[in-house]
């Protein structure tokens, strides 16, 4: 199935570091979601945008919503070891169902303490 | 715990079998939603209920793969004939019309 165009694919940083990572696709999307998904859970939700050039935070994280509506990035600021995990972008295309979102392959992070 | 709840958490099958999974969403939310998570990958959908009626099935759906929501409350998952490609976590997840999707812990199937 169609999957957005994530990066990097993997991040190894130092504690304290801020950390961006981003999402593409050929595709104009109507909303952007930001996940968490850590082993052997289901993703959580972080952020979602339904504007574009809409720029949200949620404590040290923040997202935003491309102006052609094909990107989005998400920042972490000050990463701490807990931030580990496997950050989604998602994303609900132009014309499809609210349900059917299509996700990337995921940003591995890791934080060195 | 007012979460989207799966059951099992692990199922390890044979080859052949067949295999259903449990998801009862939060309790309020009219929509719910099956995915399929490979190693490496994102989650890809399956399927889409509102309340009762089945909406939307992905291609990836193939013929051994059913699931319904009788009540419009929990659904079930079926695969029948299960295959080693059938490998993956199966999450769930739900919402109403207006919030975005909530998912569950998933139920992580192993075909052997």
């Known amino acids: 199935g169609q999957q957005l165009n994530q990066s990097p694919q993997s991040m190894f940083i130092q504690e304290g570091e801020d950390v961006s990572m981003n999402c593409t696709s050929s595709?104009?999307?109507?909303?952007w979601l930001w996940y968490k998904q850590e082993p052997g859970e289901g993703p959580v939700l972080l952020i979602a945008l339904y504007k574009a050039g809409e720029l949200t935070s949620n404590g040290r994280l923040t997202a935003q919503f491309g102006i052609t509506r094909k990107d989005s990035f998400l920042n972490i600021s000050a990463s701490i070891p807990s931030d580990v995990g496997i950050y989604f972008c998602a994303g609900q295309r132009y014309g499809g169902s609210q349900g059917n979102l299509i996700f990337g392959k995921g940003t591995k992070l890791s934080v060195k303490p | 715990d007012t979460g989207v709840s799966q059951d099992p958490r692990h199922k390890i099958t044979k080859r052949g079998q067949n295999v259903t999974f449990r998801c009862d969403p939060i309790s309020e939310h009219n929509r719910l939603y099956w995915y399929r998570q490979t190693l490496g990958q994102g989650p890809e959908f399956l399927t889409y209920?509102?309340?009762?009626?089945?909406?939307?099935k992905s291609r990836l759906l193939s013929d051994r793969f059913s699931a319904e929501r009788p009540k419009g409350s929990f659904s079930t998952l079926e695969i029948q004939r299960t295959e080693q490609g059938d490998s993956a976590m199966y999450l769930c997840a739900s919402s109403t019309s207006n919030t975005e999707a909530f998912f569950g812990q998933g139920t992580r199937l192993t075909v052997v």
């Open positions: 595709s104009i999307f109507n909303t």
């Open positions: 209920f509102q309340n009762e009626a089945q909406l939307e």
